[in-house]
T-cell receptor, first 117, second 109 residues
């Protein structure tokens, strides 16, 4: 299957700082990528849909000014958590759709564990 | 809200078939049924998907009822490495997907 990578895999930061997470599709071009957040023992919650060359679409309750998404190329989307606080500590996961078919399955990255002190 | 209902947990003996059910009574005609699994602290892994017909690949089989209101994922010979949370999702056709709470499968030696 298609491969999606994320970087970094883990990050620890101080409260008030910003953190950037990268999501790359390694062997295919992804016009659409998705960003999820997962708290301990909970399911994945979709945060936003990232479309190459256009603004991201955010889910209800997700602050677009706090979670900045950039999808500058067909293989890279970035999520920046601005002014991070301890409650932003979570497992952030991206996924990308394989293009060209209506039955697109999503391929997920390995996730980034963010800890805000 | 998730469009699927799954039992919260199941046990399966190693080497036996694991049958994971999923109800999706509100599925629409162009929506696919997808199965993913998530092993602890990893990203979800795609397993299989189908529209109407039963599907089989190297990982699993997917049985979809004729009315498409439910499906069953079958792992034919469960191993300890199959212990994970299994998510049944309906969607696709360029629609976003919503994860439910999934089924936590524990494979027992």
């Amino acid at each position: 299957g298609a491969v999606v990578s994320q970087h970094p895999s883990r990050v620890i930061c101080k409260s008030g700082t910003s953190v950037k997470i990268e999501c790359r599709s390694l062997d295919f071009q992804a016009t659409t990528m998705f960003w999820y957040r997962q708290f301990p023992k909970k399911s994945l919650m979709l945060m936003a849909t990232s479309n190459e060359g256009s603004k991201a679409t955010y889910e209800q309750g997700v602050e677009k000014d706090k979670f900045l998404i950039n999808h500058a190329s067909l293989t890279l989307s970035t999520l920046t958590v601005t002014s991070a606080h301890p409650e932003d500590s979570s497992f952030y996961i991206c996924s990308a759709e394989t293009p060209g078919q209506s039955s697109d399955e999503q391929f997920f990255g390995p996730g980034t564990r963010l800890t805000v002190l | 809200d998730a469009k699927t209902t799954q039992p919260p947990s199941m046990d399966c003996a190693e080497g036996r078939a694991a049958n994971l059910p999923c109800n999706h009574s509100t599925i629409s005609g162009n929506e696919y049924v997808y199965w993913y699994r998530q092993i602890h602290s990893q990203g979800p892994q795609y397993i299989i998907h189908g529209l109407k017909n039963n599907e089989t690949n190297e990982m699993a089989s997917l049985i979809i009822t004729e009315d498409r209101k439910s499906s069953t994922l079958i792992l034919p010979h469960a191993t300890l490495r199959d212990t994970a949370v299994y998510y049944c999702i309906v969607g696709g056709g360029y629609q976003k997907v919503t994860f439910g709470t999934g089924t936590k499968l524990q494979v027992i030696p």
